[in-house]
C-alpha cells in the first residue's frame, strides 16, 4: 500500500532551538496534514495545506507542500517544553480513495 | 463544544473474543473515521461512515466491521480477537465526508490477553 517516510525517526533538542521535519512519498498527495499527538491523546491537527508550494504557517509551526506534490515538511521555531510529542504527516493521494495515509511519526523531546 | 467521546478508554480480552468500540463525534459532524495505531504499523484506516453508510473501507480482515446510527454515533466490532489486534483505536471525526481536517478522540487502548 501507499506509504509516507516521515524522517528523522527522532530528535532531541535543547529549548529555544528550531525543528525540521519532512515527509515523502513516491506518489503524488493533494492534501498534506501535520498533527501532532500527546501521550494517551489522539493526534490534533496542526497545519492542512491543499495545493503545490503552499506555504502556511500556525504561530511557530511553519509548513510547505512541496511543488512536486511527493513531500512536505513541517519547521517549529523556537521550541518550549510543550512543543515535545510525536508529530505525524499525512497525505491523500490525488484521484485516491477517500482516506488518508500517515507517516510513522516523529518523536520530539525537548530539554529545558 | 464537546470533543470526540470514544469509550472505553481501556480493555482488556482474550483471545478468540469479540469487543466493540464506541465513538460520538462533534455535535454536528457527519462523517466518522476509524484508525487503529499501533508501535510497528503506526496509524492504518480502518473505515469512513457518512449518513450511516460505510464510505471508504481499509485494508483489514473482514473480523473488523463497523456501522453508523442515525444520530451519527458510531460503533465499531472486532471478532475473533488476536494478540496482534491490540492497539490504540483512535476515531475521528469531521462535519463532510472526505473533510481531511480531522478532530479525533483520545482513543480506547485494546489489550488482547
Known amino acids: 500500500g501507499q506509504q509516507l517516510n516521515q524522517s528523522p525517526q527522532s530528535m532531541f533538542i535543547q529549548e529555544g532551538e528550531d525543528v525540521s521535519m519532512n515527509c515523502t512519498s513516491s506518489s503524488i498527495f493533494n492534501t498534506w496534514l501535520w498533527y501532532k499527538q500527546d501521550p494517551g491523546e489522539g493526534p490534533v491537527l496542526l497545519i492542512a495545506?491543499?495545493?503545490?508550494?503552499e506555504l502556511t504557517s500556525n504561530g511557530r509551526l511553519t509548513a510547505q507542500f512541496g511543488i512536486t506534490r511527493k513531500d512536505s515538511f513541517l519547521n517549529i521555531s523556537a521550541s518550549i517544553p510543550s512543543d515535545v510529542g510525536i508529530y505525524f504527516c499525512?497525505?491523500?493521494?490525488?484521484?485516491?480513495?477517500?482516506?488518508?495515509?500517515f507517516g510513522k511519526g516523529m518523536k520530539l523531546t525537548v530539554n529545558p | 463544544k464537546a470533543g470526540v467521546t470514544q469509550t472505553p478508554r481501556y480493555l482488556i480480552k482474550t483471545r478468540g473474543q469479540q469487543v466493540t468500540l464506541s465513538c460520538s463525534p462533534i455535535?454536528?459532524?457527519?462523517?466518522v473515521s476509524w484508525y487503529q495505531q499501533t508501535p510497528g504499523q503506526g496509524l492504518q484506516f480502518l473505515f469512513e461512515?457518512?449518513?450511516?453508510?460505510?464510505?471508504n473501507k481499509g485494508n483489514f480482515p473482514g473480523r473488523f466491521s463497523g456501522r453508523q446510527f442515525s444520530n451519527s454515533r458510531s460503533e465499531m466490532n472486532v471478532s475473533t480477537l488476536e494478540l496482534g489486534d491490540s492497539a490504540l483505536y483512535l476515531c475521528?471525526?469531521?462535519?463532510?465526508?472526505?473533510?481531511?481536517?480531522?478532530?479525533f478522540g483520545s482513543g480506547t487502548r485494546l489489550t488482547v490477553v
Open positions: 475521528a471525526s469531521s462535519l463532510q465526508q472526505g473533510e481531511y481536517g480531522y478532530t
Open positions: 495545506l491543499y495545493k503545490a508550494g
Open positions: 455535535s454536528g459532524h457527519r462523517s
Open positions: 461512515y457518512f449518513s450511516e453508510t460505510q464510505r
Open positions: 499525512a497525505g491523500r493521494t490525488q484521484g485516491g480513495s477517500e482516506k488518508l495515509v
